[in-house]
């Protein structure tokens, strides 16, 4: 896999979180301009994964959940299976 910086108007998302760990802030771009999304929770905090090389990666399910405040770390990708040509 090559390596590549983030890029916001590629389709990448940056999130920010706090240190209190229960706010985040995410910026992406919606092809007419760029969207500042905040969500904080009432009870709890977000579930993060490991920082490594300056940064999270993050795959969209995974964000989904985290943005939901659920355990994401305790979900795990099913393999998707090739499907078989009959005839």
């Given at each position: 896999?090559i390596a590549?910086?983030?890029n916001?108007?590629?389709?990448?998302?940056?999130?920010f979180r706090?240190?209190?760990?229960?706010r985040?802030?995410?910026?992406?771009?919606d092809?007419s301009?760029v969207v500042l999304i905040?969500k904080?929770?009432?009870?709890?905090?977000?579930?993060w994964?490991p920082?490594r090389?300056g940064a999270?990666?993050?795959s969209a399910?995974?964000?989904?959940?985290?943005?939901?405040?659920l355990?994401?770390?305790?979900?795990?990708p099913?393999?998707?299976k090739?499907?078989?040509v009959?005839g």
């Amino acid at each position: 896999m090559i390596a590549r910086r983030a890029n916001l108007y590629c389709g990448d998302v940056f999130v920010f979180r706090s240190k209190r760990l229960d706010r985040v802030k995410l910026l992406a771009c919606d092809g007419s301009g760029v969207v500042l999304i905040t969500k904080w929770l009432h009870q709890g905090r977000f579930t993060w994964p490991p920082i490594r090389n300056g940064a999270v990666h993050l795959s969209a399910t995974q964000l989904a959940l985290l943005l939901d405040g659920l355990e994401w770390t305790r979900v795990s990708p099913k393999p998707v299976k090739q499907p078989t040509v009959v005839g």
